[in-house]
Nanobody, 114 residues
């Protein structure tokens, strides 16, 4: 079955960095668009960054210049390098995969303290 397993979340001070990783199994990873979304209790789930099968990337305006999404098709992983973190980046971050069907990971908590 399909699994998307996130790791790398945690607590960090403002200005710090975290790297999230998502290990995918059960899908043809190289053919999938991969993405990271985030959600807080106050907001709807929102797109943070995406990367297509051709490695084209897209970022939310709020994270441009601070976050970098990348993929390793040999390892079936997608990562999100998050630098210069702000308290407003606090959220549960979800890994997402889409080819013809969409899949979601279980989420990982990122907390940025001020």
């Amino acid at each position: 079955q399909v699994q998307l397993v996130e790791s790398g979340g945690g607590l960090v001070q403002a200005g710090g960095s975290l790297r999230l990783s998502c290990a995918a199994s059960g899908i043809r990873f190289s053919l999938n668009t991969m993405a990271w979304y985030r959600q807080t209790p106050e907001k709807q789930r929102e797109l943070v960054a995406s990367i297509t099968s051709g490695s084209s990337t897209n970022y939310a305006d709020s994270v441009k210049g601070r976050f970098t999404i990348s993929r390793d098709n040999a390892k079936n992983t997608v990562s999100l390098q998050m630098n210069s973190l702000k308290p407003e980046d606090t959220a549960v971050y979800y890994c997402y995969a889409r080819q013809w069907v969409t899949y979601w990971g279980q989420g990982t908590q990122v907390t940025v303290s001020s």
